[in-house]
């Protein structure tokens, strides 16, 4: 018996001692993720804005963001390090769908989680590929993704109305996931806000709170978009940030309520920055 334990104890011990070496690396790349992400999202926001003002909410989206910052002087080399954070995201995310590090567990919970972290990981993947094209002009600007194609595409099979549905409950259920966290300031479970000064720490909560509101509205309306397609079978139905952001704006008031969309969606951005600084990584 000692025999066998000996070597496994050995194992054990080179496994920890080569995360302990990786560790640091792996949070420096998850913290610069946080960055790139929050500047995607606050150049959403800030689209959003102008759109507010010009009653046109067509490139509203993270493509549409990418296509704003390749115009801009050093556009290229800020798109660069933005596909670079994109991806060390992605990588973060994989790692806390594969070995849950944050202990979220195997139960109907925790694997609704990280099956979440896994999309996510898929979806910034693909925003950092075409950050990267418009980067080193590969291409000159990266159209945005329909998602009537992709839902025509998934309904044109056996039980494609199934997988469109569940697409839309689980863009609901982020939605409602994210409701919850601006209600209860759960996030702040995960940061070290002993980094922050009292006024920082008091700000940076209610700033977190606005942003996971915002994020939520729209997650909320896109997953009720792939619902509605799903359930009339209609792949027009279905929609994006682009449409979300298009149907506050046709609503009463709905160039207030676009801005106030907007104005949340920078205030997820500055909620992003303040994680990637006080953001306790499990290591």
Same mark, same amino acid.
């Given at each position: 018996?000692? %025999?066998? /334990?000996?070597?496994?104890?050995? $194992?054990? @011990?080179? +496994?920890?001692? &080569?995360? *302990?070496? =990786? #560790?640091?690396?792996?949070?420096?790349?998850?913290?610069?993720?946080?960055?790139?992400?929050?500047?995607?999202?606050?150049?959403?926001?800030?689209?959003?804005?102008?759109?507010?003002?010009?009653?046109?909410?067509?490139?509203?989206?993270?493509?549409?963001?990418?296509?704003?910052?390749?115009?801009?002087?050093?556009?290229?080399?800020?798109?660069?390090?933005?596909?670079?954070?994109?991806?060390?995201?992605?990588?973060?995310?994989?790692?806390?769908?594969?070995?849950?590090?944050?202990?979220?567990?195997?139960?109907?919970?925790?694997?609704?989680?990280?099956?979440?972290?896994?999309?996510?990981?898929? %979806?910034? /993947?693909?925003?950092?590929?075409? $950050?990267? @094209?418009? +980067?080193?002009? &590969?291409? *000159?600007? =990266? #159209?945005?993704?329909?998602?009537?194609?992709?839902?025509?595409?998934?309904?044109?099979?056996?039980?494609?109305?199934?997988?469109?549905?569940?697409?839309?409950?689980?863009?609901?259920?982020?939605?409602?996931?994210?409701?919850?966290?601006?209600?209860?300031?759960?996030?702040?479970?995960?940061?070290?806000?002993?980094?922050?000064?009292?006024?920082?720490?008091?700000?940076?909560?209610?700033?977190?709170?606005?942003?996971?509101?915002?994020?939520?509205?729209?997650?909320?309306?896109?997953?009720?978009?792939?619902?509605?397609?799903?359930?009339?079978?209609?792949?027009?139905?279905?929609?994006?940030?682009?449409?979300?952001?298009?149907?506050?704006?046709?609503?009463?008031?709905?160039?207030?309520?676009?801005?106030?969309?907007?104005?949340?969606?920078?205030?997820?951005?500055?909620?992003?920055?303040?994680?990637?600084?006080?953001?306790?990584?499990?290591?």
């Amino acid at each position: 018996m000692s %025999v066998l /334990s000996e070597p496994l104890d050995d $194992a054990k @011990k080179q +496994a920890a001692k &080569a995360v *302990r070496t =990786v #560790a640091p690396w792996i949070e420096r790349i998850g913290r610069f993720g946080y960055v790139a992400k929050g500047m995607v999202y606050a150049s959403i926001g800030i689209l959003a804005l102008r759109s507010a003002w010009r009653y046109r909410a067509s490139a509203v989206d993270p493509h549409g963001a990418l296509n704003q910052l390749a115009s801009r002087p050093h556009g290229e080399a800020l798109l660069f390090a933005i596909a670079c954070g994109m991806f060390g995201y992605a990588l973060w995310r994989i790692i806390e769908a594969v070995k849950d590090p944050e202990n979220k567990g195997n139960g109907l919970s925790g694997i609704v989680q990280r099956i979440g972290f896994a999309g996510s990981a898929f %979806v910034y /993947s693909a925003l950092g590929v075409a $950050a990267l @094209k418009l +980067a080193t002009g &590969a291409e *000159r600007r =990266v #159209a945005s993704i329909s998602e009537q194609d992709w839902t025509a595409e998934l309904l044109s099979h056996p039980y494609g109305e199934w997988l469109v549905g569940l697409a839309g409950l689980i863009m609901l259920g982020v939605g409602v996931a994210h409701f919850y966290m601006s209600w209860t300031a759960k996030f702040c479970e995960s940061m070290a806000y002993y980094r922050l000064s009292r006024t920082e720490k008091h700000w940076s909560i209610r700033i977190g709170r606005f942003g996971f509101a915002a994020r939520a509205v729209v997650f909320s309306l896109i997953g009720g978009f792939f619902l509605k397609a799903a359930f009339e079978q209609d792949p027009s139905q279905a929609g994006g940030f682009r449409e979300a952001l298009v149907e506050l704006a046709t609503q009463p008031y709905g160039l207030w309520i676009l801005a106030g969309a907007g104005l949340g969606l920078i205030a997820y951005a500055i909620h992003l920055l303040v994680e990637a600084t006080c953001k306790r990584f499990p290591f």
